[in-house]
């Protein structure tokens, strides 16, 4: 009830402000270039994201600093915590990155937000943006109508900064017009109250725009034309703070339970973070008094104090919260745990990833290796033979003469809870992503289905050869016993030699074994 009323009121209220006030329509459009101008930014960072930031989150998330480093630096370049939040749950729904990990990049995406807060008090509000836009919205446009993925990566990016600085300009000259006809102070409320009031309407336009940079605009704006008290502006900052955590939920809603634990574990660094900027608000607005004194602010320019509070409040939640980092995780873990499953369902594959081609490509890679492991007792036990004896160092004709029984198995079952429906939802995954991928990324993508294919035929082999076991390794007729064991111990060695290579993927003697033993079954078939 509430999503079918909620759009249309919103509306109804912009409808009704553009009617009552010019400013009000200025203020708004502005707003809404800002955040078209953070679409086209988006968009052209994806263009990079396919290759370079993945192997880059890969490189360096090996430890908690590195992750934090790596999420300060990538949202500073990008200007978009959301992106870099909805990258990095991504990431973590493939397996490819712990979540350790992904708590420390969310930590450090925060901290690299404030940069933005930064760049719009000292350049935004100082210089005449509006004469940047222009050139900028003219040559991104031009580049975004080329054919190179990268120029036209470049292209978004710079008509996004385009409209980015559009949209300030708007809201600038809005604030300022605004004041001639009607105060805000007015509606100014001191002490606590006034903090937590503010703070919820911080979270609530930050919910509504999907962008804490947005509201953080907003704020600065309406601060540097004397629109809002400077205390009423730090609670509105940190009420974005708290609202820029629902991009990352509403990443997580497509992504599995690991998604879902960091977006969890962004929203409670952000709420601990903003419960301490408010309970400490006056001892905080005293040191940044300090900190701009000391770093030549003067002190009258709110907006860029705002900034300075912006990138304190931060790094104390940082300071205080990077020491708890595990047992966050182990919280997170235990309040969302992972399903108990009676089918098997895929652990990598969701659509969070399916747009960045080589992380796609990764978590199918994952996703058959699941597969694998799966098919792999499947064919073990088809074959009567346990999975510990074939991962042993044992000898493979002892294990054979020690496991002379056939071991009950319905390998139909089995294959339709453990395998079927992976295998599908691999198919299925491997079709949509192929829209976004490159000839060469489609190629390896071919590969993987042929390779999970290949593993579905050989459960249907292993199923009709479990059918000749239970009549044949008991039979009367020795030499008809010895060729079946004979067989078992050929294809035990190959399982054997796939569980090396499985394990050391780089090491080229399980690849070589693999070939050699490949010639042998030719020859003896």
Request: aromatic content about 8%; hydrophobic content about 50%; proline content about 2%.
């Amino acid at each position: 009830m509430m999503k079918k009323i909620f759009l249309p009121t919103i509306l109804l209220v912009l409808a009704y402000g553009f009617w009552i006030s010019p400013n009000f329509k200025e203020i708004s459009a502005g707003v809404a270039v800002f955040l078209f101008g953070m679409l086209f930014l988006e968009e052209g960072f994806k263009a990079f994201t396919g290759g370079l930031l993945e192997r880059l989150l890969r490189r360096t998330t090996d430890n908690i600093w590195k992750s934090l480093s790596f999420g300060v630096v990538s949202t500073t370049l990008m200007q978009s915590s959301s992106l870099v939040s909805v990258i990095t749950i991504s990431f973590l729904g493939a397996g490819l990155i712990t979540l350790a990990a992904g708590v420390g990049i969310i930590f450090g995406a925060n901290l690299g937000t404030t940069t933005g807060a930064w760049l719009i008090a000292g350049f935004g509000m100082k210089v005449k943006i509006s004469a940047y836009a222009m050139p900028m919205l003219v040559f991104g446009i031009i580049l975004v109508f080329q054919q190179s993925k990268s120029l036209k990566g470049v292209g978004y990016i710079l008509a996004g900064l385009g409209f980015l600085f559009l949209g300030i300009h708007y809201m600038k000259e809005g604030f300022e017009a605004f004041k001639d006809t009607i105060d805000l102070t007015k509606f100014a409320v001191d002490g606590y109250s006034g903090v937590l009031l503010f703070t919820l309407i911080g979270v609530f336009a930050t919910v509504i725009m999907q962008s804490s940079h947005a509201t953080l605009v907003i704020i600065i704006t309406a601060l540097a034309a004397g629109q809002i008290t400077y205390e009423n502006g730090l609670g509105l900052a940190i009420g974005a703070n708290i609202g820029t955590t629902i991009t990352a939920i509403l990443g997580s809603l497509s992504s599995n339970v690991m998604g879902k634990r960091l977006a969890g574990a962004h929203l409670i660094f952000n709420c601990i973070t903003a419960i301490i900027a408010i309970a400490l608000i006056y001892q905080l607005m005293a040191g940044v008094d300090v900190i701009a004194g000391a770093i030549g602010i003067a002190a009258d320019d709110w907006t860029m104090k705002l900034a300075v509070f912006h990138s304190v409040f931060n790094t104390i939640g940082i300071a205080v919260m990077m020491p708890f980092t595990n047992q966050l995780v182990n919280f997170l873990m235990r309040i969302m745990p992972d399903k108990k499953l009676t089918r098997a369902e895929p652990k990598y594959l969701n659509d969070s990833v399916i747009e960045l081609p080589d992380t796609a490509i990764e978590a199918v890679r994952k996703e058959t290796l699941h597969l694998y492991d799966n098919a792999f007792a499947i064919i073990a036990h088809g074959l009567s033979l346990h999975r510990h004896d074939i991962l042993s160092e044992k000898d493979m004709e002892e294990v054979v003469k020690s496991e002379s029984k056939v071991m009950p198995i319905d390998i139909d079952e089995e294959y339709n809870k453990n395998v079927k429906g992976l295998y599908s939802a691999i198919v299925n995954f491997i079709s949509r992503a192929n829209v976004h991928m490159t000839p060469a990324q489609s190629d390896e993508l071919f590969r993987l289905r042929a390779a999970g294919r290949d593993i579905v035929e050989a459960i249907k082999d292993t199923k009709h050869m479990h059918k000749n076991l239970k009549q044949y390794i008991v039979s009367d007729n020795e030499d008809i016993r010895a060729e079946y064991n004979s067989i078992r111990v050929q294809l035990g060695d190959v399982l054997r030699r796939l569980a090396e290579a499985r394990n050391e993927p780089d090491d080229p003697t399980s690849i070589l074994s693999l070939d050699a033993i490949k010639l042998e079954m030719e020859e003896n078939d």
